[in-house]
């Protein structure tokens, strides 16, 4: 089986304190880590609810691609990240259902997982993310 299911659910966020306290409040998170990932400019919370973590994106960077959809867009859903067995296979079988990848090669994710992007083009307008930890 290639896909698995909804590893994390992204959302982009101006503030990341006022976003964890938000969150944590509507979701009691199990657990909360905090990653600084410098080469995407930005700050990331994980909160882990249930089987599902919200990954809360904050950029530290005006070049980054969070910064550039909050410019766009204002905070909200990011992408929806779809947990896979092998990033290489998903990737393979997602190209041959006709959908346009952003990554035609895994990228470091978070926490050192592997990920690739699909477009929104192929989607209906949302950012999905196939994600291997």
Avoid: W
Avoid at 13 to 41: F, H, N, S
Wanted: proline share 5%; aromatic share 4%; glycine share 8%.
């Amino acid at each position: 089986m290639v896909y698995l299911k909804i590893d994390h659910i992204g959302i982009a966020v101006k503030d990341l304190e006022a976003a964890i306290r938000m969150y944590g409040l509507l979701t009691e998170p199990q657990e909360t880590e905090i990653i600084e990932v410098p080469q995407e400019g930005i700050r990331v919370a994980m909160l882990q609810v249930g089987d599902v973590r919200l990954e809360l994106l904050q950029p530290i960077t005006e070049q980054s691609t969070v910064s550039r959809f909050l410019q766009r867009r204002g905070p909200g859903l990011h992408h929806i990240a779809i947990r896979v067995g092998n990033i290489e296979d998903a990737i393979q079988k997602t190209r041959s259902h006709g959908f346009q990848l952003i990554d035609d090669v895994p990228r470091p994710g978070v926490c050192g997982a592997k990920a690739a992007f699909i477009h929104p083009k192929s989607t209906e307008g949302s950012l999905i993310e196939l994600y291997e930890r």
